[in-house]
T-cell receptor, first 113, second 113 residues
Framework: EAGVTQFPSHSVIEKGQTVTLRCDPISGHDNLYWYRRVMGKEIKFLLH????????ESGMPNNRFLAERTGGTYSTLKVQPAELEDSGVYFC???????????FGQGTRLTVV | KQEVTQIPAALSVPEGENLVLNCSFT??????LQWFRQDPGKGLTSLLLIQSSQREQTSGRLNASLDKSSGRSTLYIAASQPGDSATYLCAVKRGTSGSRLTFGEGTQLTVNP
């Protein structure tokens, strides 16, 4: 069974550009989460999808971040325009239900220069 | 607001030593607590999950305990090996429904041959 897959694994962009991160959850997992770890800080929650609906987006830092989950399958996280402080590792996780343990992807390392 | 603290931030031990990693959380109203392992450039691997009603969980050389009333958890690693070198993360899921995970900053463990 394939795990949670994230694309790209690394991205280096200039300040002001747009970047789109993609997450393919484990098939059949209704719950999809985005987390972020910035340098020297703990991993922090960004948002939670149940199927295609945003269940909780209270962790999104500002309106430069837009997350979507088309048809309840894969998800994208767009940062537009990117700022230096957006640099970090973005993790995606999925789980079949709220009570189950979430499976994490390998993360996308974003560097904004 | 839930806060999770992990002590120590880094630990270096000789191979074969038994060791304890500590995790504390400020809000005892948790649904479960999970210990993860992260290897450099990799995603998070779930090691042990303890439900709020449980006191401990064991898997191989790993044992995790939970004292919800005092807001503490420990991860005990017996007979450490160089392959145990990684960052260990503690995360709690809040409330009764549970969605997001709140992470500590992690303990970076190095086991020297």
């Amino acid at each position: 069974e394939a795990g949670v897959t994230q694309f790209p694994s690394h991205s280096v962009i200039e300040k002001g550009q747009t970047v789109t991160l993609r997450c393919d959850p484990i098939s059949g997992h209704d719950n999809l989460y985005w987390y972020r770890r910035v340098m020297g800080k703990e991993i922090k929650f960004l948002l939670h999808f149940v199927k295609e609906s945003k269940q909780d987006e209270s962790g999104m830092p500002n309106n430069r971040f837009l997350a979507e989950r088309t048809g309840g399958t894969y998800s994208t996280l767009k940062v537009q325009p990117a700022e230096l402080e957006d640099s970090g590792v973005y993790f995606c996780a999925s789980s079949p239900s709220l009570v189950d343990s979430a499976f994490f992807g390998q993360g996308t390392r974003l560097t904004v220069v | 607001k839930q806060e999770v603290t992990q002590i120590p931030a880094a630990l270096s031990v000789p191979e074969g030593e038994n060791l304890v990693l500590n995790c504390s959380f400020t809000d005892s109203a948790i649904y479960n607590l999970q210990w993860f392992r992260q290897d450099p450039g990799k995603g998070l691997t779930s090691l042990l999950l303890i439900q709020s009603s449980q006191r401990e969980q064991t898997s191989g050389r790993l044992n995790a305990s939970l004292d919800k009333s005092s807001g503490r958890s420990t991860l005990y690693i017996a007979a450490s090996q160089p392959g145990d070198s990684a960052t260990y993360l503690c995360a709690v899921k809040r409330g009764t429904s549970g969605s997001r995970l709140t992470f500590g900053e992690g303990t970076q463990l190095t086991v020297n041959p």
